[in-house]
C-alpha cells in the first residue's frame, strides 16, 4: 500500500467515518465483503436523474468498492433519509471529467488525496 493511500485511508477510518456516522452527510452501506454485516462510509457525490454518482479515491482498493464488488446492493443516506441502489463501477468512465462535473469540497478533496480513481454510479429504488 502506498504511503499516500495509507494516510489518506487511516484519516477516513479513524476521522472522517466516525464523524460522518454522527453527521448529516451522506453515507454509503455496503454489505461487508467477509462478515456479512453492514459496513457505512462517509461519500461526496451528487444525485442526478435518480442516480447518485460519486468517485473512489483508491478505486478497487477501498475495502468498500471490494464490498460493492461483492455485493452491489447498498444503500445512501441523503439528505437523513437511507434510499436503497444497485452499484455499478464505471473503470471506463473518465474520473477526473466526472469530479469536474460533480464540483464542491469533496471532489476537491478527492482530486488532492486520491491513488487510483474511479467513479461508481448508484442507480436509486
Do not use: E, F, Q
Given at each position: 500500500m502506498s504511503l499516500k493511500r495509507r494516510v489518506v485511508h487511516t484519516v477516513q477510518r479513524?476521522?472522517?467515518n466516525p464523524i460522518g456516522r454522527r453527521m448529516p452527510v451522506t453515507m454509503l452501506e455496503t454489505t461487508g465483503r467477509k462478515s456479512g454485516q453492514p459496513r457505512r462510509t462517509a461519500v461526496?457525490?451528487?444525485?442526478?436523474?435518480?442516480q447518485f454518482w460519486m468517485v473512489s479515491e483508491h478505486g478497487t482498493h477501498s475495502d468498500y468498492v471490494r464490498n460493492i464488488q461483492a455485493d452491489p446492493r447498498v444503500r445512501l443516506?441523503?439528505?437523513g433519509r437511507w434510499r436503497a441502489g444497485t452499484a455499478q463501477l464505471l473503470?471506463?468512465?473518465?474520473?477526473?471529467?466526472?469530479?469536474r462535473q460533480?464540483?464542491?469540497?469533496?471532489?476537491?478533496v478527492v482530486r488532492v488525496a486520491g491513488s487510483d480513481l474511479l467513479t461508481i454510479r448508484v442507480?436509486?429504488?
Open positions: 479513524l476521522v472522517v461526496g457525490g451528487r444525485v442526478v436523474d435518480n443516506r441523503l439528505h473503470p471506463d468512465d473518465d474520473p477526473a471529467a466526472r469530479l460533480l464540483g464542491g469540497l469533496n471532489s476537491a442507480d436509486l429504488d
